[in-house]
């Protein structure tokens, strides 16, 4: 039955025949752009509309995956051209601006600690507060970029995020501090937008990279706003002119307005999709489900699933429950590290013979959050290292490279956290910090390898399971250390904690795609609602070695 959709195809310029075309003065004009036989060959992806005899063009400056919906098979980081490096950029520059206005709080609470007379019980209330919350934002955001798209979500969080960052300027009790830190981790849900993002944009055999570099780069902000703000505060009060109380508010307003601007770069200078429309994205999506289960799947399974059915179909999947215990490892490591580290360096160490609380820190508080600027500034490479390595093992060994990959790194990960909470030099305990984020950023670079091979078609509640799973670790080791009173009782329970999810790595039961494309025999043909949701992706294995292809070559896709 021939299909009522346009029929879409890619074809190389040299190839294109537009006088077999009865052109419209829009496909003249359009036609005009395509490049002369001298240039260099791009893809151009042609639609035809059989029924309005219309045609629109587009150029891809990357080489494609028709199979996989137009997704890019490299990365040009040279390039910023629409639509897949634009995305790759502005995915990660608009998590870096979230993170860096997410995380305004914890580089001065020092400061804030003084100047509202709290106590560490309260510092650390608050801490679990930004943390826990956003566990739910987090689950909540994966149906809905599957309904709306990256693009929309993306900008509605930054928009929405600046509020409660402003807001938090006036906070004036322990009470209002806990409340605003609670909102304020409601929008961290930037993360899962900008790994959503480059899940679709870029094929499985560079996802891991895609993934990782994104996300480290937008991790980043979190490093930022430990080595900028503090400098800020220093800025603004060095004068005399303004108090700290005042001096600590305006430096953490300032980050509500990048985030602002950013909303609206987001919004109008980006696609949402390779394709370009989101929503015609998810109907080939649907289209090929139905394609593959030999058009037995009913109508009412093509429309869009409600939110407890998505949650139903992915969280009945094993693997997806392995991936979220493993990301709230090394993710949750990475929280609250992040939350405690200007606090620990600047409390824990002290002068010998020196009583005053105030004044034996060896660390000042602006140095102490300095040196914790390490642990977020090591996103910069940290998390790129971790999907770089698994996309090169899993070149050479399949997807159970993958697995390996994310073995090892997991159990480095718990082996330095472990000696971390046995350490009490400084210059050790700083050279460990700095380890440990290395080995839990190339954990979550690892993670995000996974991601992709567990469920195409809700690529978005998965993202935001396991998105959500690393707050609640950080939530978990929060109130883990809020019990003990202790950093270094915190870290061993946590680095067992570590250990036990990196034993999980061998229950993991992923299509086994071995180096050069073909799918092992022992990918089972199962409901997607059944217990494995493996099958959602057979569609899209059939010919994995496509991935690899370094030139544009151009697939036709049917009608």
Wanted: proline share 5%; hydrophobic share 45%; aromatic share 8%.
């Amino acid at each position: 039955m021939e299909s009522s959709a346009a029929s879409l195809s890619l074809v190389p310029p040299s190839r294109l025949s537009l006088s077999s075309l009865q052109l419209t003065p829009r496909v003249r004009e359009l036609s005009s752009r395509l490049p002369s036989p001298n240039e260099s060959p791009r893809c151009v992806f042609v639609q035809v509309d059989k029924h309005e005899d219309a045609a629109h063009t587009m150029q891809y400056d990357l080489p494609v995956d028709s199979k996989q919906f137009d997704r890019a098979t490299k990365i040009k980081p040279t390039s910023m051209l629409r639509p897949h490096m634009r995305i790759f950029y502005l995915s990660w520059m608009s998590a870096i601006t979230r993170f860096f206005g997410w995380y305004a709080i914890p580089p001065l609470m020092p400061v804030i600690k003084t100047q509202l007379g709290l106590t560490d019980g309260e510092v650390l209330n608050s801490d679990i507060a930004s943390t826990a919350s956003t566990i739910f934002s987090r689950i909540a955001s994966g149906p809905l970029l599957d309904r709306f798209g990256p693009q929309a979500v993306q900008s509605a969080v930054l928009w929405l995020g600046a509020i409660p960052i402003f807001c938090a300027a006036f906070v004036n009790s322990a009470t209002t501090l806990l409340a605003v830190r609670f909102i304020v981790g409601l929008v961290g849900c930037v993360f899962v937008t900008s790994q959503y993002w480059t899940t679709i944009t870029f094929a499985r055999n560079v996802a891991g990279a895609a993934n990782a570099i994104t996300g480290g780069l937008g991790l980043s902000g979190i490093g930022f706003a430990f080595l900028l703000l503090p400098f800020v505060f220093e800025a603004i009060t060095s004068s005399g002119h303004v108090s700290e109380d005042l001096g600590w508010r305006i430096t953490i307003a300032l980050p509500a307005v990048l985030m602002i601007v950013m909303g609206v770069v987001i919004r109008f200078v980006v696609d949402s999709c390779p394709t370009g429309d989101f929503q015609e994205l998810m109907a080939k999506k649907r289209q090929a489900e139905q394609a593959a289960n030999g058009g037995s799947v009913q109508e009412q399974k093509l429309q869009h699933p409600s939110l407890l059915e998505s949650f139903k179909i992915v969280l009945s999947d094993p693997n997806v429950l392995i991936m979220i215990a493993h990301y709230a490892a090394c993710f949750g490591t990475e929280l609250q590290l992040n939350n405690m580290g200007a606090l620990y360096f600047n409390k824990e160490f002290t002068q010998k013979g020196c009583t005053d609380s105030v004044f034996c820190s060896v660390l000042s508080k602006t140095s102490a959050a300095t040196v914790a600027s390490s642990f977020g500034l090591m996103n910069l490479f940290a998390r790129a290292v971790g999907g770089l390595t698994s996309d090169a093992v899993n070149r050479r060994l399949g997807t159970r490279g993958r697995q390996y990959t994310q073995f090892t790194l997991l159990c480095i990960l718990g082996a330095l956290v472990m000696a971390l909470s046995r350490s009490y030099s400084l210059g050790l305990c700083i050279s460990l910090y700095v380890l440990v984020a290395i080995a839990a950023q190339a954990s979550g670079g690892s993670t995000y390898g996974i991601v992709p091979y567990l469920n195409e078609h809700h690529t978005g509640t998965v993202n935001g399971l396991v998105g959500a799973g690393g707050n609640m670790g950080g939530a978990l080791f929060g109130v883990i250390f809020r019990i003990t009173g202790s950093y270094h009782t915190g870290l061993f329970y946590m680095s067992i904690f570590i250990f036990c999810c990196a034993l999980l790595t061998p229950l993991l039961r992923l299509p086994h795609l071995h180096h050069h494309g073909n799918v092992a025999a022992n990918i089972t043909d199962q409901s997607q609602h059944g217990p494995s949701t493996n099958t959602a992706l057979k569609p899209f294995l059939e010919d994995e070695s496509s991935e690899h292809t370094e030139s544009p070559t151009l697939h036709h896709r049917a009608p």
